[in-house]
Every structure is written in structure tokens, then in C-alpha cells.
Nanobody, 126 residues
Framework: HVQLVESGGGSVQAGGSLKLSCATS??????????MGWFRQAPGKEREGVAL????????YYVDSVTGRFTISQDKAKSAVYLQMNSLKPEDTAVYFC??????????????????WGQGTQVTVS
């Protein structure tokens, strides 16, 4: 069973930066074989995908609204995943979740197909 714990959230002014971290435990040795992603849920809205990275070649994918501003990365030795967020906007305000999938998540942008989820960390941009 994979456990995910997010950290690094907080409050920041528009234009600022934050770096979110996701620590994994449990079957952490399997992390290199998992798709890892970051997702967010704003008040009154559905959860949505933000960024995804795949095992093997570590390809990365982003939703249009964060492309060029956010960067997802992995440290496989530490079994950790990160989300560097730059040029933050008020519309980025949400609870951010880390998630893992054993295989390609069939609709990751709609937050579907992930197998394990963290509890989330709040990001507030004013």
C-alpha cells in the first residue's frame, strides 16, 4: 500500500512561487514504476489534474493553465515528487493533492485513474 504525504503549501502573493513536495512510503521501491501526478481542487469545483510524470523516461504532462509556470519532477532515490509553482495567480488557489497510479491514468486531467492519494496541502494566492 502506497502512502503519500504532501507538504509545502501556504499563502503567497500573486506572482510568487511555492514548491510542493510529496513524500511516499509503503511500496516506495515501486515508485519508479508508477505514474505520479499533482492535482488540485478549488472550493466548489471538481478536482482536476495539474501535472503528471510517467515512469521510465519521466515524461511530463501539464494542463494548459499551468504550462510554462509549473514543473513536476521526481527524486527516485528519495521516493519523492515535487511541484515547482512559479508566477502564481489567484486562480491557482486550491488544495493540492499528490497521487500515484500503477498504470497510465485514463483521464488524469479529470483526476480519474489514480490509485493512491495524499490528503492534500492548501495553496492560497492573493
Amino acid at each position: 500500500h502506497v502512502q503519500l504525504v504532501e507538504s509545502g503549501g501556504g499563502s503567497v502573493q500573486a506572482g510568487g512561487s511555492l514548491k510542493l513536495s510529496c513524500a511516499t512510503s509503503g511500496y516506495s521501491s515501486a515508485l519508479p514504476g508508477y505514474c505520479m501526478g499533482w492535482f488540485r481542487q478549488a472550493p466548489g469545483k471538481e478536482r482536476e489534474g495539474v501535472a503528471l510524470t510517467t515512469p521510465g523516461d519521466s515524461s511530463t504532462y501539464y494542463v494548459d493553465s499551468v504550462t510554462g509556470r509549473f514543473t513536476i519532477s521526481q527524486d527516485k532515490a528519495k521516493s519523492a515528487v515535487y511541484l515547482q509553482m512559479n508566477s502564481l495567480k489567484p486562480e491557482d488557489t486550491a488544495v493540492y493533492f499528490c497521487a500515484a497510479a500503477r498504470k497510465w491514468p485514463y483521464d488524469w486531467k479529470a483526476a480519474r485513474g489514480m490509485d493512491y492519494w495524499g490528503q492534500g496541502t492548501q495553496v492560497t494566492v492573493s
